[in-house]
Each structure stands twice: as structure tokens, then as C-alpha cells.
């Protein structure tokens, strides 16, 4: 047999097969690990590949060892830092070492005295220990496998020296070992291409520096790269029998998909969600817990605790079973911390069809949950709750690679849980979480994966110019930019030691890797080089050989945002649509909601009770209403954590609460509590329902929140005593019947009452900006008139004061006279100030007919970012008396959007 040999080639470089008749007759093109396995396979010398991650660790512990003999090896300050990290880039240097020849017997220096010391207690062999076994093999015995030949289509002298060494034994032992001799340019003679593969051979230059336009050599440039791929994909059809060179052919994917032609194969490195596990699982062994990471573990799609579910109900009364995981999402976002959580995993014991689930495997998949019970009052890690866990996942994982064989994130997962549990042996019974982050993220890498297969009618396509081993017909290289180099792999080193060890200089490496390029551009028949000076956003260096092609020729670079693709596409990449079809409302057939004045639980879509939220959204977003609200769709798995002012607020809230419940309501504990205890209750509510606040890079964030909430509450309940109010309670539930609206309820956040029992009402609001300000100056205050007719309604005593205390500005917003205190905003309390005001209430139930009377007629009318005066609503709402619109924060006389995106379009215009 014989081997055609590069080390550019990878595992599939170009073969021209329809050149060869179809077929590879005893011929087997080859890159370095190729090579290795076939002369291994032929003496009889195979061995078992080990996993690089169990080598690193196995060096890991090799370098403890040499440090407790000489603590100080010149990578014992970064060892301390990270293991891991050390141990990955030093092991990376010990292989090019030995790929050198390299005995540890040359230590002259700190750096190869400190790698030799290692080396004596590191016994995991790697591809390089193999070349270096292979090496010692053929020089002692020479055991030469027959009916060999190696090509070699590289200088021997510019192979690393183990490879170059194992090639010139075989060939003294009587294998055939070719070297290249001179290339012969592949372009027909006198054309402009067989001028340029000349020059890049080394002939001398030609007379005259310009190049004949025939055709044979083009380049095309383009400022930015994906201007340069979506020409390129829509160009393939003019390219038959062409060999592509690019190295990101999933982004020239993009646009083949969009036109519907066959795909090029992709190869990427990345991280599939079932191998992030392995991060996201062992980052939550902290306490208290990093929400966003805890939202994601439980957001995988293949989940460890989906299998264990929740018994809920649905609108109709019906039963079903909710994964837990997917309702400790849903718990996680509404609370935003981990209140309630207990009570749900205890009534998790159920499977998806509704079978309960033996209480040994209940514990099982709960094993692989709640990772931060593992760690000590003191916030350690304990050693035997992390190999409990890494078990139970390694176990679990290896489960899901017999079910999900095409998934391949879980044998990564495996295989980082096993390295992990090794890492583990020797460790204290007691690790900083900070210490296994580190070790995680040393440990995880990511994974080779396919993303698209090469489809029938594909063009040929390699990532790297080098690895082709027949020259093609006609070759286009996209993205033809910088070095294009693997590296230069004894960059650690300095010249002397280059100098001690014997290993080619950088000088040399880049003339080798340079004449290998010139090669294979000489051996395509035509070529296209495609260039982009913008990638991302980062400039793209020019390759050193278009530098070279510079200096020589002139070269005719052609504008590529100018050129048309090379061949028509099929058709057209999108449809556009006119601005003047966009419409302020949909039509749906009306028969959808013949259930609307009929409750859920008699098979309607009436909601049992409305809050102030619902009807809020009704008025002024009725589609999202009708989504939400009486068809219960959703994105489920799209909703975030609340933003940080959200939270803020969630924990503010609770904090009163808590103040609340732990004095009764009496003033005096309340004050006593807040100035002794207000650390250990503020950490224990944002445990509970603003978890994110304490993630570590919020750290700065969290400490002017505490100092803000500390000021805030100390001046609320100084109003309290100023005014002399009576504490009623804290999320107050008020549930009552109001008219036209129907059965609604209410949780007001503070509720008192003055000397003469009348209610007063403080909704608490985090907002460091004058929205609330500003929605008092134009009495948007539709909670406040709500809340105030279901108190009235629900008690029958008067409400005396209503209004906002906004937390960060130290304010109460109020439009009731008689409130005195330092910090109070009063609104239209001055003599007949609030005469011929209209009454909100009485708005709020108009609206809510006009928008269900749509609603019953198939008529939901949003309008977002419409002139509010093409609105049917807005042009009735003097007539009928209606809850006005909101309109945009920048463009008052356009309807509001749910969203804060400041560029909105007003009918197919950008404002």
C-alpha cells in the first residue's frame, strides 16, 4: 500500500475521484495521527489511545509530586493559581518536546530542568509518546513493515523531528520514502496563473509586472466577509468540478440554505447544552446559589430531573404531570429566588404518564440536583457530595448515549465527570468553590460536531489550501487571509534552547508552511482568490502570499461589492413587503372566542378573576391578552430572569413583609428589627426571591442596593409615624366582585389606616427614573384606582390615601391632601384642583367593554407603534369615555410598545 503523507492533511482532504476514475486503488492519503496508526497497525505496536483530559489531570498530579520534591520549579506560582490551566499549557510543551527528541536528561535551563523533573512522575502516554515509542522501535530492532511506501509530499527536514526520524529508519530499512521533487505548475503555459505558480516556486521573476487577463487568476475583494460568503454561496452553480477552500463553510451554508441548494459539509468545535451540564452543574455547589447558571441547568432540553414530575391541574380541572424542572423554571422567574421550592421537589414523585416513581430512584435523580446542599455553613464544597454527584451524572449520562447516540455532548459529559471524580482522589475532604470552578472549566473542552453533512451536489470542499493531495481543475479560496499557519509549536522556547533541543526556528517553520502553499495553489488548473478586509468587526491580515503576489505583479483586485454572482440565482433570497400592508389590528375567525363570557371551569375562556395586571394589559396590549391571558399560549423556555430593577423590587417588597409578620405590625419592633437585623433579613428575602442580586458579578450592585433599602424603609416608616398610621398588613389578599369586570383580586404591597379608620394604601415601586412621577402628573395611575374600588367594595370604609412609595427617590407620589412628611409628592391637591376630573374607574369598565365587544367580533386591535390616531379605540375614547392610551416614551402620538426598543417603525418608517 501506499501512503500519500502531509501533515496538513486532516481527515479529509481533497481526493479527485472523478480524475481517478472513481476510485482509490491501494492508495491512502494520510496526515500525522493517519500515519501513526497505520505504522503502529503494521509492527504490531498498537496502543490505547488515552484521552487528552485524563492525561492532563494524570500531569496534574505529576506536577504536585514534583513541586513536594522541589518547591521551586519555575510554574510553581501559576501551578498554585491553576492547576489545571498550568498543567494544560505545560503538557502542551512536554509533547513538542518529545515530538523533538527530546530526553529529559537536557535540563540546562529553569524551563527544561522544571519539565524534566515532572517527567519522572508522568507515566500517561500521548500521540507523541507513540511517535517517540515507534522511534525507539525502529532504531533498535528494525522491525520494518513490507509492502509499504510513503509518499511524502513535504521536506522531510520540515516534519517535526520524531516524524522525520521514524521515516528516514523505514526508508534506511528498505521501505520506499519519497521526498517532493521541483512541482510543476498545473496552469496551461503562458497564461496569467501559470506566471503567478512560477513566481511562488522560486522561478525568477518575468519582465514586467502585469498579468495577462485571461481568466485563470482572479481576485476578489470585499470589505465585509459575510458580503464575500453570501457571493460565493450564490455563485456555485457557474463552479462545477470546483474545489472550495474555506474555512467556515457553515457561515456560505447560511445563504445556500436560504436558496435551497445542496450543503457543504460543516465541522465546528462547540459545546452542546448536554456537555454545558457539566459547568452549569458544578458552578451551583455554592450557596447562596447563582440564579442565571441555576436557570439554565434547568432549561436543558434532555434534563437531569426532567424524568420526575409535578401533579398540576389544568383550567378545566383535568390532571396532568409537569416535569420538575420545567415548573422550578416557572417558579424561579415568577419569584426570582428559591421561596416555595421545598414544597414543589416534595411533590415531585410522579413520571410523565402519572406513575409514582420508587422512592431509591426519587433520590437518585434528585441526586443530581440541588448541588448547593452540599456545601458547608462555612460556603465549602464537601469532597463526598461532589463525587456523589459526578457519579450519579456520569451514571445518568452514560444512560442518555444509548438513547441519544447522536448526541455528542453526553460522552463529553461522561468523560469530564470521570476526569473530575480522578482529580478528586487526592483532594482535601473541604474545597473552595472557587477552587472546582477552576477545575471545571480546566476539565471541559469543547466537542467536534458535524453541524451540516455534505449533501449530493455539493461542491468539494477542505478548510485548509494544504490539505489537497490531487490538484484540482479550478480552485477558489474564500477568505484568503493571514498566516494561515498552525503555529509555530516551540514558541516557549528560546533560541538557545531551540539551539539545545534541535528544533527548527520560526524562520523556518513559516518557510516551510509558505512553500506548502505555494505548492498546492500550483497544482489548481484556475484560481479565485476571495478576500475580506472586515470579519466580525475585526480587521483580517492579509495572507502573506497575496503580500508577496503584491510585490511582484500588479495585481487587478476587483471590487466584489460591484460584481453580480457568478451564475443567476434561482430566486429571489426574500420577499419584501410593502409598508402600507402592515394593518393596526388582526381579524380572527370570532367563533374562537364563543366562550369568552363563560368561566374556564365550565369549558370557557372567561377568566375565573381579573387582577390589575390582566386588565392593564386588555386596554392597552389586547394581543397579548388574548395570548396570555384566555388562550394560555406562551414561549415557553424564552422568558428570562427579571431585569435588575425587578428584583430590587421583588426583595424590597418582601423585606417589608418580613418586617411586617416578624412585629405583628407594631411600629416600634418593625423600627427595632430594621436597625439591628436588617443584614442577616435583606440576605435571607434576597435568598428567596432576588438570587440573581447576590451572583458574584453583582457584587458592587448589591451593596448600593442594601444601602438604598436601608435609607428607604428607615424614612417610610418615619411618614408612618408622622402621620400617625395604623399597620395593617403586607400583601394584602383583597378579592372581591366589581362591576362590569366581574370577580378580581388584588395584592396590596402596605395597607394602613389613619386615626379616623379610614384605609390608606402604599404600592411600593423600584424605579431610580420619574416614570411614576410622570404617570402621576397624567394621572396613569390605573393600579391605584383599581385597588381603591376593591378596598371600598370589599369593606365599605373610605380609602383616604392612595399612592406610590418609589424606593430609590425616597418618595411618596400621592394625589390625596392631608399627607405630610419630607419626602412626599403631592399631585392635584390644591382647592378644586380635582374638579371635572374624570373618574379612572369608570374609564377602566368602559374600556373593558369596548375591548371584549372586539374581542366577541374576532377584532383585536394592537397597533403598536401606529399613529394612535388611526386607532378605532383612540378615536372613540372621548365618546365613550375610555382609559387613554399610552403612548411611546419618544413619540407621544404613537402607541406604546410592550418592549423598550427605541427605533420603532411607524408604518414601514424608522422614527
Known sequence: MKLIYSPYYGSRPYVDLKGRGGILFDEKPVGTAGLLDELELRTGNVRRPVPEIERQIMYVRAMREALGQDPGLFFAESFASDELGTARVILGWRDAL?????RKETDSTDRLRGIARVEEHFHCPGPADRWAAMERLLSGCRCVPGGLEVECRVPLDSLPPCVGRVLTLLHEGGTAVTEPTDVTPAAAVGTALRTVQESLLGAAAPDGRTLRADGTFRHVHFKFAYDARQWVAESVPAWEDALLVCKEPGAVNDTLRVLGRPLLRSDIEGAPQSSQLFLLGLSLFRNPVDAGRLLSYLRTPVNPVGKLCVRKEDREGKPYFKPLNKELTDKLLRNGGLDGWDDIIAGAKYDREGNEVSEPERREILGRFLMWKGVTPEGMVRKDALKAYLKNMRRWSDGCRMVLPDDQGFPALSAFCSAMEMLLEDAPEEIAPGRVSRWAEGIFAPVGMTVDAAQTGSMDCVPDVRAVVDGPRRMICVGFAGGGDAGYPYSFLS???????GVPSMEDFSRYAHAATAASLSSAGSLLLVTYGIDNGKAVPEHPVMTELKARFDIVTEAGEDLAPEAPAERDVFDTVPGDTCTTEYRVDASLFKGLDKPAAEGG???????????????????DYVMEYLLGYDSYGE??????????????????????GESGGDLDAMEKAHGERFESIVQTCAERKGALLLAGEYGLEWGKFRRVLRKSVTDLLKLIRRNGYRVEGAEVHVETELPVIGPFHAYIDLLLKDDRDRWVVFDFKWSEGRSYERRMESRDIIQLALYREALVRKTGHEVAVYGYWVFPRYEFLTECPGVEGDGVLRYRTGPGEMEGVKDIFEQVCNSYTFRMDQIRKGIIEEGECFAMADLEYWQRQGELNLYPLRGDFYSPDVKARPYGNKNITLKGGLL
Not at 605 to 622: A, G, N
Request: net charge negative; glycine share 2%.
Open 495 to 501: 533560541a538557545a534552547e531551540c539551539d539545545l533541543v
Open 639 to 660: 422568558a428570562q430572569l427579571s431585569d435588575l430593577p425587578t428584583v430590587k423590587g421583588n426583595v424590597a417588597h418582601l423585606y417589608v413583609q418580613t418586617l411586617i
Open 98 to 102: 518529545v515530538m523533538a527528541l527530546w
Open 605 to 623: 375562556l372567561k377568566l375565573d378573576r381579573e387582577s390589575y395586571s390582566s386588565i392593564d394589559e386588555l386596554i392597552q396590549h389586547p394581543f
